[in-house]
């Protein structure tokens, strides 16, 4: 069974961090890429970053470039999202996500999800 988990949210101050986990499992997790994406409320779902499990490659929205890190433990079979300087407009559903093509934040891509985190960031 395909499982994707994600844990690591919760509530934190703007300027905060926080480091969300993706732990996957069901799947040859080196021959995926892993990606975040993020639904805030009355809004669609967007990509935040990706990672290639195979060769490390990773790819950030510009609206979290120099800010969030996303970084992979195969070992582990896990993925993790260290978001740094958070500010309110972060407030969403994480959700992590695994696809057999190369890095990409095109949601159609994904095959497998998890069943979302939330995140929020107080003024």
């Known amino acids: 069974e395909v499982q994707l988990v994600e844990s690591g949210g919760g509530l934190v101050q703007a300027g905060g961090s926080l480091r969300l986990s993706c732990a996957a499992s069901?799947?040859?997790?080196?021959?995926?890429?892993i990606g975040w994406f993020r639904q805030a409320p009355g809004k669609q779902r967007d990509g935040v970053s990706c990672?290639?499990?195979?060769?490390?490659?990773?790819y950030y929205a510009d609206s979290v470039k120099g800010r969030f890190t996303i970084s992979s433990d195969n070992a582990k079979n896990t993925v993790y999202l260290q978001m740094n300087n958070l500010k309110p407009e972060d407030t969403a559903v994480y959700y992590c996500?695994?696809?057999?093509?190369?890095?990409?934040?095109?949601?159609?891509?994904?095959?497998?999800w998890g069943q979302g985190i939330q995140v929020t960031v107080s003024s």
């Open positions: 996500a695994a696809s057999v093509v190369a890095p990409t934040l095109l949601e159609g891509m994904y095959t497998f």
């Open positions: 069901g799947f040859t997790f080196d021959d995926y890429t």
């Open positions: 990672i290639s499990s195979s060769d490390g490659s990773t």
